[in-house]
């Protein structure tokens, strides 16, 4: 499967483990990640097909050329349901696991732990499967966001999620009468952003439910992407080439970042450099970086 840096992706898209359909139409989406669906999507009498249906579907999809990422997203480490999950799927070799329910840098150590057993046992190179949890998903979790950072090496980037942490708390709506995020539920956005931050990681903004209202998803994903963010998650493959179009770097931005990059490579010992009569530092060039592998990242062929 392509290897692909966790800051290059900018869509991940949700697909139910034991939806063959779906599955299939998932990997033509052009999402830049799947996340294989265990948890929410699956009923409890349907987890052991949807095991076996993820591992197959894994297995036919690494034998792809530019194939997605895959992320399996497991059941929680207290549902007493993950340690069978990994079982079936870390034998499949997926890139990574997504982590629902994490409260804290504890929980992300203690599937560490888990991960590492399961690449011994199954000759898969240490640390190579990532970890990418869901950070606010209770109300006890959104006092764990400082301890990610330096969590493990396998943490790839932090997810925020509402419609659990609105059932915890007993919020009868997570948005106000425009549609924008309610106070506590834009405070946990924004925390899961400095999180990110301190983490060394990027955030990955949640979901937009109506899948139907195009609209509503192009203003959600530009006030995302403005204040960060560096994907967002997806719950249809119609939301994909929009997420795709938005979170990938205009033509006037890349170029800014490109002539930043070069006046750096200029001067390579500069703490600073002058471009146009404004100041760019350290910081601005990691932004620039970053612009110009997500950009390299969208003009790759989509899978076949």
């Known amino acids: 499967m392509t ?103 504890m929980d992300v150590q203690h599937l560490a732990a888990k991960l590492a057993v399961q690449e011994a046992e199954n000759d898969l190179p240490d640390g190579s499967t990532r970890i990418l949890p869901i950070v606010t998903e209770s109300g006890a979790a959104i006092f764990g966001l400082s301890t990610y950072a330096r ?22 709506d ?46 959600e994903c530009s006030r995302a992407r403005a204040d960060g963010f560096a994907a967002k998650l997806a719950i249809h493959p119609d939301q994909v080439a929009l997420i795709n179009t938005l979170f990938t770097p205009s033509g006037e931005i890349l170029a800014r970042a490109e002539a930043i990059v070069a006046a750096f490579s200029a001067r390579p010992d500069a703490g600073a450099v002058s471009i146009d009569g404004r100041m760019f530092d350290r910081p601005h060039l990691a932004r620039a970086q970053r612009i110009i592998a997500r950009a390299a990242r969208a003009h790759q062929p989509p899978p076949d």
């Open 3 to 105: 290897a692909l840096m966790h800051q290059d992706m900018r869509s991940l898209l949700f697909v139910p483990a034991d939806a063959p359909r779906r599955l299939a139409r998932a990997a033509q989406s052009g999402a830049d990640a799947l996340v294989v669906d265990l948890e929410d999507s699956v009923t409890l009498p349907h987890k052991e097909q949807a095991r076996a249906a993820a591992a197959e579907f894994l297995r036919d999809l690494s034998a792809r050329d530019g194939a997605p990422l895959v992320f399996v997203r497991i059941n929680g480490l207290e549902s007493g349901l993950a340690d069978a999950d990994l079982d079936a799927v870390m034998p499949a070799r997926p890139h990574g696991i997504m982590l629902p329910k994490s409260r804290s840098g």
């Open 151 to 172: 969590a493990s090496h396998r943490l790839t980037a932090l997810a925020w999620g509402a419609e659990d942490l609105s059932a915890d708390i007993g919020a009868e």
């Open 174 to 219: 997570n948005r106000d009468e425009r549609g924008e995020w309610s106070p506590p539920f834009a405070l946990v956005r924004h925390l899961t952003l400095f999180a990110a931050a301190a983490a060394g990681v990027p955030a990955i903004d949640t979901v937009f439910a109506d899948f139907g209202d195009l609209d509503g998803l192009r203003h």
